[in-house]
């Protein structure tokens, strides 16, 4: 049997805290996004009271502040990720970083369902030449590589936070495009919407009332799945340097950075690295959760 | 027409429709970025043209035409692979991607073949194990390395395996003492062996493991999951459970009768794998300084060198679709029962 995620948040929760490993993803996830509204309220509040040391306020260190007396200082009581070429403590930097990758990959993430989502249903319930221009434009995009496409666009429109944010939204619609697509097709052929038509309901009402609550389900797990993904890209974009200005630490901008110094001061590109893999290994194993209540292939 | 050839060309057709979508979108970023003819020549030859060099390009690419007029000559270009001229060589685009592609494609075609053996493998067991440790086991393992960045895999190789126990070099494509092979092919590896030039086909040989490692490290998860997930299917049919009571042992009956059957799909996701491995090169051949693509593509991002980096977005898009033909096409040939339609 399987069960509506969206209708019963609780039972959802339930199956999923009983699994040790999406209850573990779980926790990893609200302790982020927890810990980025936090800290980016912070950063965002000392940014417009020119107050910028708001934003450390939680942390062990100044996060930006350059110590060269500290410089590559190995992992201990006093800094417990160790330092990095500039003597900044890198578990600060890390924690600095949090909210950049989260308000990337979630506004990524639902921008895409948005677009993708509306030209999906519109493809798939319409059909017709609509259908197909809809379906060549994704395919188009979905021929190349999200990373190269991204290059692509990075070098049309530049590097930098916003930018990167909307080259990763122009990349990421094309594949809930055509998830919602092949959702609204399955949707479209079954007897309530024949009936809703029949009653006279308009197509944007039977878009918006039946076919989206119905699509939305499957589209939400893997889209849980995704927010992994683009950490993972927006790292990689920060790891090539242009998915942020510097100074503004980045995950992927500090492995990068401790790629330097390796192989004698590991600890500046692995601790890093490491919380990027735990964070979207988190959101993977979550979404591997969903999947399978969504497909019932949970007992409960 | 017999019905194969028929689909063939309905595809090829359906390609070359994608592929014009491609260009026109490109074409709409790139104007609604240079509205201005001195806007579009600085981004074909770079930031720092002087403005007669700006008025040559103009007069040359035709800037200042009607804009279907340069949409049309757009599209005549990518379709003779005519890309440009690349900022930092100042030589044709396609002349330098030919230089360094073949040495991404070895690599990228080593890391996708790596991965397909790690992941069919691996796959297989756990399928064939269903919940049991050692299925346990495999799958928490896939979701890590499917979890990491490339660049972590690929660093974390380069640190154990060449910094640590200095088994193979952390960084190159060859050894610089050697001379390069005289190109009979083009793919450096081939006119290696082909020439029986040994030292030097070792020694790029021992320098391709570490990232072609990293990309399959990267990629077999995609690979095993399918793999699990058809394996798990198959083991279900009556035709296992015939084999079963027949008495064959285990062993035969999982690699004889359920592998075979549960590797058709593979054929499909090995793209999807060749595809990522394409990506993952970038950030690879950076990491350990292999001179192919995706390094020179990193260097083209940083010099704004946009000819080149367009072109080589078509030119992998362009793959990509080809990949995929051939893969539905070889999906037929393999299961009989599948029509293409």
Request: charged content about 10%.
């Amino acid at each position: 049997m399987s069960i509506a995620v969206l209708e019963n948040p609780r039972l959802t929760l339930k199956v999923l805290l009983r699994n040790p490993a999406s209850a573990f993803g779980l926790i990893i996830i609200t302790l982020f996004i927890v810990w980025s509204i936090i800290e980016g309220s912070l950063q965002v509040v000392g940014t417009l009271t020119r107050h910028p040391s708001l934003g450390w306020v939680l942390l062990p260190y100044n996060p930006l502040a350059v110590n060269l007396m500290a410089s590559n200082e190995p992992p201990s009581i006093h800094h417990l990720l160790g330092t990095n070429a500039e003597g900044q403590d890198i578990l600060s930097r890390i924690l600095y970083a949090a909210p950049i990758d989260a308000s990337v990959s979630i506004v990524t993430v639902f921008s895409a369902i948005a677009i993708g989502g509306v030209l999906g249903m519109i493809a798939g319930y319409y059909g017709g030449w609509i259908d197909e221009v809809i379906g060549r434009v994704t395919d188009a995009f979905l021929s190349i590589p999200g990373l190269i496409l991204l290059l692509a666009l990075t070098i049309l429109i530049g590097s930098g936070y916003f930018q990167s944010m909307i080259a990763l939204i122009i990349v990421w619609w094309p594949i809930y495009a055509r998830l919602s697509r092949a959702q609204t097709l399955e949707i479209k052929s079954r007897y309530f919407i024949d009936s809703a038509r029949l009653s006279g309901l308009g197509d944007f009402l039977i878009l918006i009332k039946h076919v989206f609550p119905n699509m939305i389900d499957p589209v939400l797990a893997y889209a849980t799945l995704d927010f992994g993904n683009v950490i993972l890209t927006y790292a990689t974009l920060g790891f090539l340097g242009i998915g942020i200005k510097p100074p503004t630490p980045e995950w992927g901008e500090m492995v990068s950075a401790g790629l330097e110094e390796l192989p004698g001061y590991w600890w500046t590109a692995i601790f890093p690295g490491l919380v990027i893999t735990i964070v979207a290994l988190s959101f993977a194993l979550v979404g591997d959760g969903l999947q399978d209540i969504l497909v019932g292939r949970i007992n409960y | 027409m017999s019905s194969v050839a028929v689909y063939i060309v309905r595809r090829i057709i359906n390609m070359i429709i994608t592929l014009l979508f491609l260009i026109a979108i490109v074409f709409t970023l790139i104007h609604l970025l240079a509205p201005s003819p001195y806007a579009l020549a600085r981004i074909w030859v770079g930031a720092r043209a002087t403005p007669q060099a700006l008025q040559a390009v103009i007069k040359a690419y035709g800037l200042d035409k009607p804009l279907y007029v340069q949409f049309i000559n757009y599209i005549v270009d990518v379709f003779t692979g005519n890309f440009g001229i690349d900022t930092m060589f100042k030589k044709p685009v396609l002349a330098v991607i030919k230089v360094y592609l073949p040495y991404t494609l070895q690599l990228v075609l080593t890391g996708t073949i790596i991965a397909l053996i790690i992941g069919v493998f691996t796959g297989a067991i756990a399928g064939a194990k269903k919940d049991t440790a050692t299925d346990y086991t495999i799958r928490i393992i896939y979701l890590v390395t499917w979890s990491m960045p490339p660049f972590l895999v690929a660093i974390l190789l380069q640190l154990l395996i060449a910094y640590d126990l200095g088994l193979l070099p952390a960084t190159g494509v060859v050894n610089p003492i050697y001379t390069p092979p005289k190109p009979i092919t083009g793919w450096p590896l081939l006119d290696a062996a082909l020439e029986h030039d040994w030292p030097y086909f070792t020694s790029m040989l021992r320098h391709l493991i570490l990232p072609a490692t990293s990309l399959a490290l990267v990629s077999f998860g995609l690979i095993t999951r399918l793999m699990r997930n058809t394996m798990i299917d198959v083991m279900n049919r009556d035709y296992i459970r015939t084999a079963v009571m027949k008495g064959l042992p285990n062993r035969s009956v999982i690699y004889k009768h359920a592998m075979r059957n549960a590797l058709i799909p593979i054929i499909t996701i090995a793209v999807l794998a060749f595809a990522t491995s394409i990506a993952g090169a970038v950030v690879i051949e950076d990491i350990f300084q292999y001179h192919g693509m995706g390094w020179f593509t990193t260097q083209a991002l940083f010099n704004l060198d946009y000819p080149t980096i367009l072109g080589f977005t078509f030119i992998v898009g362009i793959s990509i679709m080809v990949a995929n033909l051939v893969a539905d096409l070889l999906y037929a040939v393999v299961d009989p029962r599948i029509r293409l339609e």
